[in-house]
Nanobody
Framework: QLQLAESGGGLVQPGGSLRLSCQAS????????IAWFRQVPGKEREGISC????????KYADSVKGRFTISRDDAKNAGYLQMNSLKPEDTAVYYC?????????????????????WGQGTQVTVSS
């Protein structure tokens, strides 16, 4: 059974950078898309980025476009989220998720309900 574990969160000053990692136990097929979400208390989980299984398709929320970059390394069963120019409003618990899109290497989605496997989350705090 696929399991995910995030790491790399922490406290950073505004304008700083962090790189989150999502380590998967094993991808049983070549069709797993990876996505990153974030959530603050009292708000809905926000889909901020996703990457298709072949890495060709990437999508970003407007709130992070141009600042965050999603990537993956299938040799390591890992996904990454490089976060630059961080703002206080980026403070949240960040989650990675994965979903298998059978036969489709080019698709990913930022809709939380589309994903069935989640990590435990990692806290990112942007504050001076």
């Amino acid at each position: 059974q696929l399991q995910l574990a995030e790491s790399g969160g922490g406290l950073v000053q505004p304008g700083g950078s962090l790189r989150l990692s999502c380590q998967a136990s094993v991808f049983s097929s070549d069709y797993y898309a990876i996505a990153w979400f974030r959530q603050v208390p009292g708000k809905e989980r926000e889909g901020i980025s996703c990457i298709s299984s072949n890495g060709v398709t990437t999508k970003y929320a407007d709130s992070v476009k141009g600042r965050f970059t999603i990537s993956r390394d299938d040799a390591k069963n890992a996904g990454y989220l490089q976060m630059n120019s961080l703002k206080p409003e980026d403070t949240a618990v960040y989650y990675c998720a994965a979903k298998e899109y059978y036969g489709n290497n080019y698709y990913c989605d930022r809709t939380p309900t589309d994903y069935t496997t989640w990590g435990q989350g990692t806290q990112v705090t942007v504050s001076s």
